[in-house]
């Protein structure tokens, strides 16, 4: 059974400890002394220097006995420069691995010893060899001490780096994240929307094909011109999904409430009744809001038409703190609401509910007495805490 690892000295370590003693062993070979000055002088060495293999595993136990090897030779040997540059290693150990009231504590109690050892030997206080004990040993404790301070910045700031690398990567999975939520947002518009609306005429065509050819035609081009709509803007939404970084940002526009009148019309030539209204002057709602603010229209009457059973009522409201959407139309009887209430994705509700949370609005839908209600508002500026209460509705954002 081998010897573990970690029980063993780093090789650099144990290499010191060894010409450090060799190197007081040929120091001692030219002063040469005989008897037990020189058997201590050796023992001395020896404790001095063989702790310092293992300075880096045990540094306090390494100080303790290579100061007793010192002391040793000091009081009853022969003091060699080697002895001095060995404790000054230990102690230089224990600064760079310890904590400072340790180091410290260690390097006062080391200079006390020596300075002691001198004086038993009948050195005066002041004397050079005394203070230069005090410097050696306070020299070790402040250059290990140093080195201590700049290992632990350096590993302040490698541990900033790695959270800070964390910390943009999370931002980049969130930005990855809100970009596919928000194109599936437009996806689902887009297409709910548009294929609502072909599918609408689709069957009046197909219903009038033989009554009435003309009639049965236009339905056709309004198919076609959905068609075409739902290419169009699904091609958009596919060139920047695709876009290269550096590329600029798509130029054809984004809809708005400049273009809900057409929308509306687009409903009623679909067969939806739409009693639509604009009150109070325009506020000049950010970008971002007025496109909320068409896809919530557009949602409402998309839903309308597929699971409602009659005319739809859109009411918007400009005021000094934003914009307030309305949009009632009635609900189809019980039998009818359960075939219709199984077409769809669902999703439509929860997409108007992301929209207007990241715009800071508030957002009500349910049933009222008279329907089924969707009620938005949508802020001018900065994000408003507005709770307007709802009969019968159920609060949303």
Same mark, same amino acid.
């Given at each position: 059974?081998?010897?573990?690892?970690?029980?063993?000295?780093?090789?650099?370590?144990?290499?010191?400890?060894?010409?450090?003693?060799?190197?007081?062993?040929?120091?001692?070979?030219?002063?040469?002394?005989?008897?037990?000055?020189?058997?201590?002088?050796?023992?001395?060495?020896?404790?001095?220097?063989?702790?310092?293999?293992?300075?880096?595993?045990?540094?306090?136990?390494?100080?303790?006995?290579?100061?007793?090897?010192?002391?040793?030779?000091?009081?009853?040997?022969?003091?060699?420069?080697?002895?001095?540059?060995?404790?000054?290693?230990?102690?230089?150990?224990?600064?760079?691995?310890?904590?400072?009231?340790?180091?410290?504590?260690?390097?006062?109690?080391?200079?006390?010893?020596?300075?002691?050892?001198?004086?038993?030997?009948?050195?005066?206080?002041?004397?050079?060899?005394?203070?230069?004990?005090?410097?050696?040993?306070?020299?070790?404790?402040?250059?290990?001490?140093?080195?201590?301070?700049?290992?632990?910045?350096?590993?302040?700031?490698?541990?900033?780096?790695?959270?800070?690398?964390?910390?943009?990567?999370?931002?980049?999975?969130?930005?990855?994240?809100?970009?596919?939520?928000?194109?599936?947002?437009?996806?689902?518009?887009?297409?709910?929307?548009?294929?609502?609306?072909?599918?609408?005429?689709?069957?009046?065509?197909?219903?009038?094909?033989?009554?009435?050819?003309?009639?049965?035609?236009?339905?056709?081009?309004?198919?076609?011109?959905?068609?075409?709509?739902?290419?169009?803007?699904?091609?958009?939404?596919?060139?920047?999904?695709?876009?290269?970084?550096?590329?600029?940002?798509?130029?054809?526009?984004?809809?708005?409430?400049?273009?809900?009148?057409? !929308? %509306?019309? =687009? $409903?009623?030539? &679909? *067969?939806? /009744?739409? #009693?639509? +209204?604009?009150?109070?002057?325009?506020?000049?709602?950010?970008?971002?809001?007025?496109?909320?603010?068409?896809?919530?229209?557009?949602?409402?009457?998309?839903?309308?038409?597929?699971?409602?059973?009659?005319?739809?009522?859109?009411?918007?409201?400009?005021?000094?703190?934003?914009?307030?959407?309305?949009?009632?139309?009635?609900?189809?009887?019980?039998?009818?609401?359960?075939?219709?209430?199984?077409?769809?994705?669902?999703?439509?509700?929860?997409?108007?509910?992301?929209?207007?949370?990241?715009?800071?609005?508030?957002?009500?839908?349910?049933?009222?007495?008279?329907?089924? !209600? %969707?009620? =938005? $508002?949508?802020? &001018? *500026?900065? /994000?408003? #805490?507005? +709770?307007?209460?709802?009969?019968?509705?159920?609060?949303?954002?």
């Amino acid at each position: 059974m081998g010897i573990p690892a970690k029980a063993l000295p780093r090789p650099l370590d144990a290499a010191l400890a060894v010409a450090l003693f060799v190197l007081t062993m040929v120091l001692a070979a030219t002063d040469p002394v005989e008897g037990a000055v020189g058997a201590v002088s050796v023992i001395g060495g020896a404790l001095a220097c063989a702790p310092v293999a293992f300075r880096d595993r045990l540094p306090v136990w390494v100080a303790f006995v290579s100061l007793f090897g010192c002391v040793l030779v000091a009081v009853f040997g022969v003091f060699q420069t080697s002895l001095q540059i060995a404790l000054g290693v230990a102690l230089y150990s224990v600064a760079s691995r310890r904590e400072r009231g340790v180091s410290v504590r260690i390097g006062l109690f080391s200079a006390l010893c020596l300075t002691v050892a001198d004086l038993s030997r009948g050195e005066y206080l002041f004397a050079p060899s005394a203070l230069w004990w005090v410097l050696s040993v306070g020299a070790a404790v402040s250059i290990g001490y140093s080195v201590r301070v700049h290992r632990e910045r350096l590993t302040d700031l490698r541990d900033r780096a790695r959270r800070a690398e964390e910390r943009r990567e999370e931002e980049a999975r969130r930005r990855v994240m809100e970009e596919r939520l928000r194109i599936a947002r437009e996806l689902h518009d887009v297409v709910a929307h548009n294929i609502t609306l072909i599918n609408v005429q689709a069957e009046v065509a197909a219903h009038l094909l033989r009554e009435d050819p003309d009639e049965a035609e236009r339905a056709l081009t309004h198919v076609r011109e959905g068609g075409r709509s739902v290419l169009a803007e699904m091609s958009a939404l596919l060139s920047v999904m695709r876009a290269e970084e550096g590329e600029g940002p798509p130029t054809a526009p984004a809809p708005s409430l400049e273009r809900l009148s057409k !929308l %509306v019309e =687009a $409903f009623e030539e &679909a *067969g939806v /009744a739409v #009693d639509y +209204r604009v009150e109070g002057a325009p506020t000049g709602l950010p970008s971002g809001t007025d496109l909320v603010a068409y896809r919530i229209v557009q949602e409402a009457l998309t839903n309308a038409r597929r699971h409602g059973g009659g005319g739809v009522r859109v009411r918007l409201r400009h005021g000094e703190g934003g914009l307030s959407i309305d949009v009632r139309n009635p609900l189809p009887p019980s039998t009818e609401r359960r075939r219709r209430s199984t077409e769809g994705s669902g999703s439509g509700i929860i997409g108007m509910r992301e929209r207007v949370a990241a715009v800071g609005g508030n957002l009500w839908t349910g049933n009222v007495d008279d329907g089924f !209600l %969707v009620r =938005a $508002f949508l802020p &001018a *500026g900065e /994000a408003h #805490d507005r +709770r307007e209460p709802v009969p019968g509705g159920e609060e949303g954002v």
